[in-house]
T-cell receptor
Framework: GQQVMQIPQYQHVQEGEDFTTYCNSSTTLSNIQWYKQRPGGHPVFLIQLVKSGEVKKQKRLTFQFGEAKKNSSLHITATQTTDVGTYFC?????????????FGKGTKLSVKP | KAGVTQTPRYLIKTRGQQVTLSCSPI?????VSWYQQTPGQGLQFLFEYFSETQRNKGNFPGRFSGRQFSNSRSEMNVSTLELGDSALYLC?????????????????FGNGTRLTVT
């Protein structure tokens, strides 16, 4: 079946270091979304990427969608303790119907002050 | 605008029992999706409802079922509970148009129902 793999599973960084999580799909995606889940919280939508090769920035966060629309990445520059949480990518398969997002298993980020 | 509301927040059930979880979407959102979240498997898609119709279904056994009412509120039911059903069940609503068949709208998640099966 269609899968979205996300690596690494865990990442521990010192505050101020950069962080990157990668998302790879076994099939071409129509679009990809990124979510953040704080400890004890629920996933919160961050951004959606639709176009091949698209790059979007939100302050210290940079999101990329691969040219083949099969991979994506989230890069955080100079992490802060407020960045702690689990980051999920979620892809909509090109041939799948609406409403069925396939989530990666997430990357859990911890930041040491 | 009020967010997605899920009730109850916590549930403890024993094996073999059945359970019903409730979800009230954001006003105006007609699509409601359900996800099961466990530490080992991450977020797994259960099903999605739009205008009282199940539009998509994940790979879960028939013990997992759901429905949506005319006011877009949704319920999911798990019958004959098993220990492995212990999880956080998340409901998410989104704005979507039946004719808009390209991209998923962002999901707005509720706080979830933490189900423990003993």
């Amino acid at each position: 079946g269609q899968q979205v793999m996300q690596i690494p599973q865990y990442q521990h960084v010192q505050e101020g270091e950069d962080f990157t999580t990668y998302c790879n799909s076994s099939t071409t995606l129509s679009n990809i979304q990124w979510y953040k889940q704080r400890p004890g919280g629920h996933p919160v939508f961050l951004i959606q990427l639709v176009k091949s090769g698209e790059v979007k920035k939100q302050k210290r966060l940079t999101f990329q969608f691969g040219e083949a629309k099969k991979n994506s990445s989230l890069h955080i520059t100079a992490t802060q303790t407020t960045d702690v949480g689990t980051y999920f990518c979620a892809g909509q398969p090109t041939l799948g119907s609406q409403g069925n997002l396939i989530f990666g298993k997430g990357t859990k980020l911890s930041v040491k002050p | 605008k009020a967010g997605v509301t899920q009730t109850p927040r916590y549930l403890i059930k024993t094996r073999g029992q059945q359970v019903t979880l409730s979800c009230s979407p954001i006003s105006g959102h007609r699509s409601v999706s359900w996800y099961q979240q466990t530490p080992g498997q991450g977020l797994q898609f259960l099903f999605e409802y739009f205008s009282e119709t199940q539009r998509n279904k994940g790979n879960f056994p028939g013990r997992f079922s759901g429905r949506q009412f005319s006011n877009s509120r949704s319920e999911m039911n798990v019958s004959t509970l098993e220990l492995g059903d212990s999880a956080l069940y998340l409901c998410a609503s989104s704005w979507t148009d039946r004719g808009y068949n390209s991209y998923n709208s962002p999901l707005h998640f509720g706080n979830g129902t933490r189900l423990t099966v003993t």
